[in-house]
T-cell receptor
Framework: DSGVTQTPKHLITATGQRVTLRCSPR?????VYWYQQSLDQGLQFLIQYYNGEERAKGNILERFSAQQFPDLHSELNLSSLELGDSALYFC???????????????FGEGSWLTVV | DAKTTQPPSMDCAEGRAANLPCNHS???????VYWYRQIHSQGPQYIIH???NNETNEMASLIITEDRKSSTLILPHATLRDTAVYYCIVRPVRTGANNLFFGTGTRLTVIP
């Protein structure tokens, strides 16, 4: 158990809909990362937050957005869903301040999203 | 960011040591080598990381060559539960973003 909690574990929704995935980082971790894993793309970095502020953006679509709240939990919002958005979405967290060498990133077990 | 090259797949007999190689010839001085594994559709699991010295923990050993251009992850006594995709990642450490970029990894199959 990594200590990173994601909900829901499984989600089935229709095209055009909007969903919210939730992540609770490990206790005390300030950084939260979101990754997408689809069958044909592997693990793709989406976005990173540090203590409530966006720190890095990867291959995140404009239809997707994220935020990190004062209690450090994070939500990934996916809107106008398409069939191709079906994937595993992972949240990860790390503790040390930015730039500290070797601050390990720990992953949750993911949220399975199926768009039908 | 330095890229890594790993063999796409490997087999290992149960109980034997699994040696997973990784080439990272463009690694720079402030970049760490990280290893993660992903057991079928579970979250990636941290294994070990190092800068230039060899490292060992309860899961594995990491051997980094003196020129830092390659490394080997060693699982000393592989079990069936070690069957997974293993990712070697060179991680830049700098102020600002320090996220992980995953390649395609090595699919390790432990054979009974």
């Amino acid at each position: 158990d990594s200590g990173v909690t994601q909900t829901p574990k499984h989600l089935i929704t229709a095209t055009g809909q909007r969903v919210t995935l939730r992540c609770s980082p490990r206790s005390g971790d300030l950084s939260v990362y979101w990754y997408q894993q689809s069958l044909d793309q592997g693990l793709q970095f989406l976005i990173q937050y540090y203590n409530g502020e966006e720190r890095a953006k990867g291959n995140i679509l404009e239809r997707f957005s994220a935020q990190q709240f004062p209690d450090l939990h994070s939500e990934l919002n996916l809107s106008s869903l398409e069939l191709g958005d079906s994937a595993l979405y992972f949240c990860a967290s790390s503790g040390a301040p930015q730039g500290v060498p070797g601050n390990t990133i720990y992953f949750g077990e993911g949220s399975w999203l199926t768009v039908v | 960011d330095a890229k890594t090259t790993q063999p796409p797949s490997m087999d290992c007999a149960e109980g034997r040591a699994a040696n997973l190689p990784c080439n990272h010839s463009t690694i720079s001085g402030n970049e760490y080598v990280y290893w993660y594994r992903q057991i079928h559709s579970q979250g990636p699991q941290y294994i070990i990381h190092g800068l230039k010295n060899n490292e060992t923990n309860e899961m594995a050993s990491l051997i980094i060559t003196e020129d830092r251009k390659s490394s080997t992850l060693i699982l000393p006594h592989a079990t069936l539960r070690d069957t997974a995709v293993y990712y070697c990642i060179v991680r830049p450490v700098r102020t600002g973003a320090n996220n992980l970029f995953f390649g395609t990894g090595t699919r390790l199959t432990v054979i009974p």
